[in-house]
């Protein structure tokens, strides 16, 4: 028995690697199992989930597998030389002592048996009721198909893996077409559900169901009476719950009742969420320079581009909407502040302390009021920087002046 199981320090070290994610996932579940397990499923929630699939569900998945290769071998009598089982990682050394239908067989079983319960695991979600045990059966399936589907597959085409390298070099090229046609069947379902409109608004559905309530309002209600008002909540209900290209399609309904900078604002957070980068900048840019909207608008417009940018960790260019901002309305408190939260980003603190006194002006107008209490904490933080670099060029300076001259 000693010899059959095999354990390899430093083969099992990324498994050893894993042990701790399985502990933190597990804590993080337990003590956040109440927000979790309720009738909502929220953004967060749904991060726990995926963690959950890859460092809880993950083992089981590879256990799955492993056994597959080893009780196929089992039945058509071959030679298993070694069985090796991690958490992340695991194999069985088989003796190619078969033909070989039997060993294309022996290679094919442990992801079949993986595919299998990645499809039952799928069908299992269209019966349970609770939002977070249906984004788990999901979340699963898709896992379990995708790892032996795509992931298995690429690495074996880099030559790290060999199930599939094994599988499709056999001389059995009936059963290798048969299995590759399976596979190709596969690779399709998954592009399916993970990028179709109607299993993600399924998902939707079952996981925010108070969404879907209140969506299905918004679209009888944009039916009954298409004005620009209803059109623009229907839009918004669907870009927040991750449907870019069916918002898109209502933004093309509302520009028909004529040319807005909301339509335009909102088509450029779309081309955004879609990675259309480089056209939502021009968007904003387009509607940023537009005179024809007054100053204060257009101040208001380079805030919450600016805050789109930073949520897609362009500082850079949020940097340079906000002080466009500043410069369009010196009197619109975000703009100043958002401008020296960026320069405090980029060390610039001497720069933010410069952009933060305006936004103490009495006659300060916030979007937001609260946000101007944190005008204290970036003067405080930029200070604290400055102060921070001060004695440390001061200590520079006092060790260069006792170094002895040559």
């Known amino acids: 028995m000693g010899d059959f199981f095999q354990f390899d320090l430093r083969r099992d070290f990324v498994n050893l690697v894993y042990l701790p994610f399985i502990v933190a996932t597990f804590i993080e579940i337990k003590n956040n199992r109440a ?19 890859i460092f809880l569900l993950l083992p089981l998945i590879v256990l799955v597998h492993e056994l597959g290769h080893y009780l196929a071998a089992l039945s058509v009598g071959a030679t298993v030389l070694e069985f090796h089982y991690g958490p992340a990682t695991g194999f069985v050394r088989i003796l190619h002592d078969r033909t070989d239908s039997q060993m294309l067989w022996i290679a094919f079983a442990g992801n079949l048996v993986q595919m299998v319960i990645g499809l039952l695991s799928l ?13 788990i059966c999901v979340y699963f399936g898709l896992f379990a198909l995708a790892d032996t589907a795509v992931f298995y597959a690429l690495l074996s085409a880099l030559g790290l893996y060999g199930d599939w390298i094994e599988i499709y070099a056999s001389a059995d090229r009936a059963g290798v077409l048969m299995i590759g046609i399976f596979h190709v069947c596969i690779l399709l379902l998954l592009a399916f559900l993970i990028y179709g409109d109607a299993p993600r608004q399924w998902f939707a559905k079952k996981t925010i169901p108070d969404w879907y309530e209140q969506h299905r309002i918004l679209e009888k209600q944009a039916e009954k009476e ?6 623009e909540a229907l839009c918004v209900s669907w870009f927040r719950a991750g449907f870019p290209k069916k918002a898109e399609k209502v933004l093309d309904r509302m520009a028909v009742q004529g040319d807005r ?5 909102m088509r450029a957070r779309i081309w955004m ?26 101040a208001r417009l380079c805030v919450e581009a600016g805050e789109i940018m930073v949520s897609y960790r362009d500082i850079p260019a949020a940097l340079k909407l906000f002080s466009k901002g500043v410069e369009l ?13 960026m320069l405090n980003s980029l060390n610039r603190h001497a720069e933010a302390l410069e952009s933060l006194p305006l936004a103490t002006h009495p006659h300060m107008v916030w ?22 670099g001060s004695k440390s060029n001061g200590r520079d300076a006092e060790s260069k ?3 002895p001259r040559s």
């Open 35 to 53: 927000a979790i397990f309720d009738d909502q499923l929220t953004v967060a929630d749904r991060a726990i989930l995926k963690r959950a699939t």
């Open 273 to 298: 969420s879609r990675g259309k980068v480089e056209a939502a900048a021009r968007c904003f840019e387009e509607l940023i320079d537009d005179e024809s909207l007054n100053e204060k608008g257009r």
């Open 226 to 231: 298409p004005s620009y008002e209803n059109l």
């Open 401 to 403: 002046s006792r170094r």
């Open 123 to 135: 069908l299992v979600s269209l019966f349970v009721r609770s939002p977070a045990m249906v984004a």
């Open 367 to 388: 979007s937001d009021p609260s946000n101007a209490n944190r005008v204290h904490e970036e003067a405080e933080r930029a200070r604290a920087a400055l102060e921070a």
């Open 329 to 341: 309305d010196p009197l619109f408190g975000e703009a100043g502040l958002f401008k020296a939260i």
């Open 261 to 265: 900078p909301e339509i335009r604002l």
